[in-house]
């Protein structure tokens, strides 16, 4: 053994209590997540039914179906919406809550961060039940006030002209508040000197808004950014509860189309090569969001 194989033994056998300490999370990523990740792109590669001995190896067809597959495209335009809509729609209303909310006093403050959170502990399959009532067209809340405006009630989740939009919604009532909750953190940080300089220039509420608040939170937004963007990449549950990913596949998403591959046509190879593709576009976006956050001033 040479003497820096011997040292590095050495180091680590008087880490090991640290190491100790950080097995178990280290344990169940590699269990949970990288090996049934590494086992998903496997069996993209074959043609797979529930059975394990009836897998066959077929190579990349299963990514040339997927080309020629217009419920695939229809799932992947609708995804690559969803995040185009959502996220900038997340953002836009919770920094302007929390901007909103930051003047207040901390009580003030504790009440509407609980308030806006909720939702997001709820989950989206208790908010998906409210909003079927809410949705609903012949009792719903909704075209019940339309109703009282005189206007017709609306099919929103049968129509291919609402539908995508109806789940947007949903979708944002229990994504801001996350982000209302680090925006405040983040404003709260924020050293009152530099606020105060920019008032004895003259700067009014607006422009110190603009010019200065919004540049200090720059690495905040971005991470608000990459993550919602992870996490609307991922939405089925919303459209599961509401529209089944129609009509029309309007409103469908790859995940929806993965869980509806896999589970309910029993194409798991199929399945597989659709999530390394939303695996594959995720990496792209979020690295993409990575170097833009490097570029921020840390």
Request: charged content about 10%; overall charge positive; proline content about 4%.
């Given at each position: 053994?040479?003497?820096?194989?011997?040292?590095?033994?050495?180091?680590?056998?008087?880490?090991?209590?640290?190491?100790?300490?950080?097995?178990?999370?280290?344990?169940?990523?590699?269990?949970?997540?990288?090996?049934?990740?590494?086992a998903a792109?496997?069996?993209?590669?074959?043609?797979?039914?529930?059975?394990?001995?009836?897998?066959?190896?077929?190579?990349?067809?299963?990514?040339?179906?997927?080309?020629?597959?217009?419920?695939?495209?229809?799932?992947?335009?609708?995804?690559?919406?969803?995040?185009?809509?959502?996220?900038?729609?997340?953002?836009?209303?919770?920094?302007?809550?929390?901007?909103?909310?930051?003047?207040?006093?901390?009580?003030?403050?504790?009440?509407?961060?609980?308030?806006?959170?909720?939702?997001g502990v709820?989950?989206?399959?208790?908010?998906?039940?409210?909003?079927?009532?809410?949705?609903?067209?012949?009792?719903?809340?909704?075209?019940?006030?339309?109703?009282?405006?005189?206007?017709?009630?609306?099919?929103?989740?049968?129509?291919?002209?609402?539908?995508?939009?109806?789940?947007?919604?949903?979708?944002?009532?229990?994504?801001?508040?996350?982000?209302?909750?680090?925006?405040?953190?983040?404003?709260?940080?924020?050293?009152?000197?530099?606020?105060?300089?920019?008032?004895?220039?003259?700067?009014?509420?607006?422009?110190?808004?603009?010019?200065?608040?919004?540049?200090?939170?720059?690495?905040?937004?971005?991470?608000?950014?990459?993550?919602?963007?992870?996490?609307?990449?991922?939405?089925?549950?919303?459209?599961?509860?509401?529209?089944?990913?129609?009509?029309?596949?309007?409103?469908?998403?790859?995940?929806?189309?993965?869980?509806?591959?896999?589970?309910?046509?029993?194409?798991?190879?199929?399945?597989?090569?659709?999530?390394?593709?939303?695996?594959?576009?995720?990496?792209?976006?979020?690295?993409?969001?990575?170097?833009l956050w490097?570029?921020?001033?840390?």
């Amino acid at each position: 053994m040479s003497a820096k194989a011997a040292w590095i033994g050495t180091r680590i056998w008087r880490s090991r209590a640290g190491y100790l300490f950080v097995a178990p999370g280290y344990l169940a990523f590699l269990a949970l997540m990288l090996l049934p990740l590494l086992a998903a792109i496997g069996l993209s590669f074959y043609n797979a039914s529930f059975a394990i001995d009836q897998r066959e190896f077929i190579g990349l067809q299963n990514y040339e179906r997927l080309l020629a597959d217009k419920t695939f495209h229809a799932a992947l335009i609708n995804t690559i919406k969803y995040v185009a809509v959502v996220v900038p729609a997340t953002i836009f209303l919770s920094l302007g809550i929390a901007l909103l909310v930051h003047p207040r006093g901390m009580r003030a403050q504790s009440f509407y961060r609980g308030a806006f959170y909720l939702p997001g502990v709820a989950g989206g399959v208790i908010l998906s039940v409210v909003w079927l009532w809410i949705f609903n067209p012949t009792y719903g809340l909704l075209n019940y006030l339309l109703g009282l405006l005189g206007i017709n009630p609306v099919l929103w989740l049968a129509s291919t002209k609402y539908s995508f939009w109806s789940v947007c919604v949903v979708v944002l009532t229990f994504t801001i508040g996350q982000p209302i909750i680090l925006f405040l953190a983040a404003l709260a940080s924020i050293n009152q000197d530099v606020l105060d300089a920019s008032l004895v220039d003259g700067a009014n509420g607006l422009q110190r808004t603009w010019f200065v608040t919004l540049p200090l939170l720059r690495p905040i937004i971005l991470f608000v950014v990459a993550t919602q963007t992870i996490g609307v990449f991922q939405i089925w549950e919303t459209i599961y509860m509401l529209t089944q990913g129609g009509p029309s596949q309007a409103s469908t998403s790859l995940v929806f189309l993965i869980y509806q591959t896999a589970f309910i046509a029993g194409r798991y190879g199929k399945a597989s090569a659709i999530g390394v593709v939303l695996l594959v576009l995720v990496t792209i976006v979020t690295f993409v969001q990575l170097r833009l956050w490097e570029r921020s001033d840390l």
